[in-house]
């Protein structure tokens, strides 16, 4: 019998077990924290931010697979056993909900929105707030791999100029590809809207801080929907109150939930949502798992195998 071991939530256990047992009848699906299992029997494991250490304690597991796009909380685990393959979870529904994300919260802040809802909290008819040209609304997109790269196709569709700055040169159509550090003073020079789009590795640990914030233009704006973990939260305050930066959308914050003292939680220049820009699909996910899994006992290659070095 082929065992699974899922590292999910124990009061939404239902929502994994129900779609395996349809797509994967033949695999036995164990539930971290409640059911019993010994660590030699499991063959395969999923989950999203596993304990530390749990990984290493199965002799077995051949194959480990991430229900999110980011694996920063399995690589954080210093036990992680790296002999075995990591799958992070690609989806298509997963990048359109975060395209929509950042479709929706950069025409916020393009056609402001928000000075909209505070008018009207007011009672004032306000036509006082036009929008900038969309021409001169320059969109410049951190990681231009499977999520940016479609937010950056949608907002180029909207007439948006869009770039994105990634390791690797891009050939996307619309869309002006700049690479590797000695590019990145460049890209930030010309992003009216900076949306965060990267994995969180070392060399991307703390990318968005003041230096970074200097090297926009004056007036712009952020959207972080990758990893708090990207964000300096104290830096991105102070450019904002300084007047530099106009504002910034954030999804994901250094530490969650956002801490009740946090003054990102009633800053007027600051929309915040608890990290839901894109939320893994149970049945979805747990077709794909199903899926590379009969591929995997047949001898096929993985895909989406995250590379070690790299860290994404
Ligand atoms: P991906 O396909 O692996 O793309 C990552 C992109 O970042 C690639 O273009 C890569 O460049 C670039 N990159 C990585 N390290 C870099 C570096 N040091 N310098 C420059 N560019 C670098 O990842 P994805 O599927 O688009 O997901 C991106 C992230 O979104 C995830 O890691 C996750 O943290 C976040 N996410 C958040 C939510 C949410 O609900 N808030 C949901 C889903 C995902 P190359 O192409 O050259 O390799
Ligand atoms: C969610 O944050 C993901 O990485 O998919």
């Not at 931010?49 to 399995?74: C, W």
């Not at 529904?93 to 025409?107: A, G, I, N």
């Not at 003041?210 to 102070?238: C, M, S, W």
Request: charged share 20%; aromatic share 10%.
């Amino acid at each position: 019998m082929t065992t699974l071991l899922a590292v999910v939530p124990t009061f939404i256990a239902r929502l994994w077990t129900e779609p395996l047992a349809q797509y994967a009848p033949w695999l036995k699906v164990v539930i971290h924290g409640q059911d019993d299992y010994k660590p030699e029997e499991i063959d395969y494991a999923l989950g999203f931010r596993p304990p530390p250490g749990l990984f290493k304690t199965l002799p077995n597991v051949k194959v480990i697979f991430s229900l999110g796009a980011g694996v920063d909380g399995f690589l954080s685990d210093k036990d992680f056993p790296k002999q075995i393959p990591l799958v992070r979870f690609v989806d298509h529904t997963l990048s359109r909900e975060m395209m929509q994300y950042v479709v929706l919260h950069t025409l916020m802040f393009h056609r402001t929105q928000r000075q909209f809802d505070r008018a009207q909290a007011q009672k004032q008819w306000a036509q006082m707030f036009p929008p900038r040209r969309t021409e001169d609304t320059r969109v410049g997109i951190l990681g231009l791999g499977e999520i940016g790269t479609m937010a950056g196709e949608y907002l180029a569709r909207l007439d948006f100029p869009v770039s994105g700055w990634s390791r690797t040169k891009k050939s996307v159509p619309d869309i002006k590809s700049f690479a590797g550090d000695g590019e990145l003073e460049a890209f930030l020079g010309q992003s009216d809207i900076l949306v965060c789009l990267l994995p969180l590795t070392p060399a991307t640990y703390h990318i968005l801080n003041k230096k970074t914030f200097a090297q926009l233009p004056k007036g712009a704006y952020v959207i972080n929907a990758a990893r708090g973990g990207h964000l300096v939260e104290d830096d991105l305050i102070a450019a904002i109150d300084s007047g530099h930066l106009a504002g910034a959308t954030l999804d994901v914050f250094e530490t969650e939930p956002l801490p009740a003292t946090s003054p990102i939680w009633t800053h007027p220049k600051i929309t915040m949502t608890p990290h839901v820009a894109a939320m893994t699909d149970p049945r979805v996910a747990s077709r794909t798992v199903a899926d590379a899994i009969a591929g995997h006992m047949k001898g096929a290659k993985l895909d989406n195998v995250v590379d070690f070095e790299l860290g994404y």
